[in-house]
């Protein structure tokens, strides 16, 4: 996906995905957490969640959530507040961590190097959690949701269309397009 025009990133950090833009975008950043060098990059940065956000109905052209809507609360809010800021033709583009063999394959790797960087850093006790993680299939404290192609793009038809998913390796790909204007973007 290559955002166009108005860019809203949702759960933006410090900015880091601006620098991928092309010049002629306007990036808005909205993160829950205010980080330290958040403004570093110089884009408007607003503190807020992604299941409230502080924009009129279809003020941006697109939304992207890259590494975050397994992090938030309720996605399904997210999704739906993404489809009323964005105009009518509008792309929502999702990256996330996706979810192998209902999800146990995919966190395996996550918490053996959770596992790992405890041993590294002494901590004996978070190493036998973490691998007992590994084993239990346990969820983190940082991953709220785990989805798959199927859940991701079940989340989003309930307003968007035209729904593209793709997994490359541990990473899923979502595309969709906000209904209205003949689909300018498809």
């Known amino acids: 996906m290559r955002p166009e025009g108005r860019v809203l990133d949702l759960g ?29 990059y110089g884009f408007p940065f607003l ?13 941006f052209d697109s939304a992207v959530c890259i590494a975050t809507l397994d992090h938030v609360g309720d996605p399904a809010m997210v999704i739906s507040e ?19 063999e209902g ?13 790992l960087r405890k041993l590294r850093y002494g ?20 991953h709220m949701h785990h989805f798959d192609r199927d859940s ?10 035209h729904i593209d998913t793709q997994m ?3 990473t899923l790909f979502l595309r969709a397009i906000k209904p209205g204007m003949s689909d300018r973007r498809r």
């Open 12 to 40: 933006c950090g410090t900015g880091f995905n601006q620098q991928f833009l092309s010049n002629g975008q306007t990036y808005v950043g909205i993160d829950p957490l205010l980080l330290k060098g958040a403004n570093q």
């Open 82 to 100: 993404s489809l009323r800021i964005l105009r009518p033709g509008g792309v929502l583009g999702i990256m996330n961590k996706g979810e192998i």
């Open 103 to 115: 999800g146990r394959v995919a966190r395996y790797g996550v918490y053996l190097r959770l596992g």
């Open 168 to 170: 490359v390796g541990n």
């Open 47 to 59: 503190l807020g969640m992604a299941e409230y956000l502080p924009f009129r109905e279809n003020s």
């Open 152 to 161: 991701l793009s079940t989340l989003c038809a309930s307003g968007f269309q």
């Open 123 to 142: 901590n004996i006790a978070g190493l036998k959690r973490g691998l007992l993680e590994v084993v239990t299939g346990a969820e983190d404290d940082f």
